[in-house]
């Protein structure tokens, strides 16, 4: 009878601690992975490459757009949109993201088309910019100069875009850490290089 005690005193002993071990992998494993504080800490890394982008470009404000569907059409084909998620700006510059949310794509089809194709869309002032409602909404934010270009997953698939903004000068007047050396154009290839790298790095932490 003692003997049968024994083993079952052991058996209770061993199921409690392998459901303590499993409880504390289960309590581990929600704080790993807890949507929250990994996007906390996401956002930490994004807004510290958002600064650094904005630093090396000379520019004013820095952010990141993502695309996402919205509601639906009656032909019920989801709406295509663009929000912006991330902005940063240096001191005395306003912050435009709350004015910068569910974008329909298909009302900036140059600037879409340009992000798409060349990869890239940049000008000196928004009176050089053929989508008149494009160019309106830079000057609604005071931009002067801006400088855009595709995030895009290792598949190859664009899911939002990183960008500067010039406000208080134009590119034209700014000190860039990563322009061309003597040239006359601010927006050269070493500029490309450094946003696709950066771009590539904030992709990272969207997906």
Excluded: W
């Excluded at 199921?15 to 996401?42: G, Y």
């Excluded at 009656?74 to 240096?90: P, V």
């Excluded at 140059?110 to 060349?118: A, F, G, L, M």
Aim: aromatic share 12%; charged share 20%; with cysteine.
């Amino acid at each position: 009878m003692e003997g049968l005690y024994i083993v079952i005193s052991a058996l209770i002993g061993a199921f409690a601690t392998i459901a303590s071990v499993f409880m504390r992998q289960r309590f581990s494993k929600s704080r790993k992975f807890d949507p929250i504080l990994t996007e906390h800490q996401n956002s930490d890394n994004i807004y510290t490459a958002l600064n650094f982008v904005m630093e090396q470009m000379g520019a004013d404000r820095a952010y990141i757009f993502q695309f996402h569907n919205g509601s639906y059409y009656m032909s019920g084909r989801s709406q295509q949109k663009f929000s912006c998620t991330h902005e940063t700006t240096t001191q005395g510059v306003s912050r435009e993201s709350g004015y910068s949310q569910n974008h329909i794509v298909s009302n900036y089809y140059e600037y879409i088309d340009s992000i798409v194709k060349k990869e890239c869309f940049f000008f000196q002032s928004p009176d050089e910019v053929g989508d008149h409602a494009f160019s309106a909404l830079m000057k609604a934010k005071g931009v002067q100069s801006i400088y855009n270009i595709p995030i895009k997953t290792l598949n190859n698939k664009i899911i939002g875009i990183l960008g500067v903004d010039y406000v208080k000068s134009c590119v034209k007047d700014c000190e860039l850490s990563v322009c061309d050396i003597d040239s006359s154009e601010k927006f050269g290839e070493k500029t490309n290089e450094f946003m696709r790298r950066q771009a590539r790095i904030i992709a990272g932490y969207l997906v």
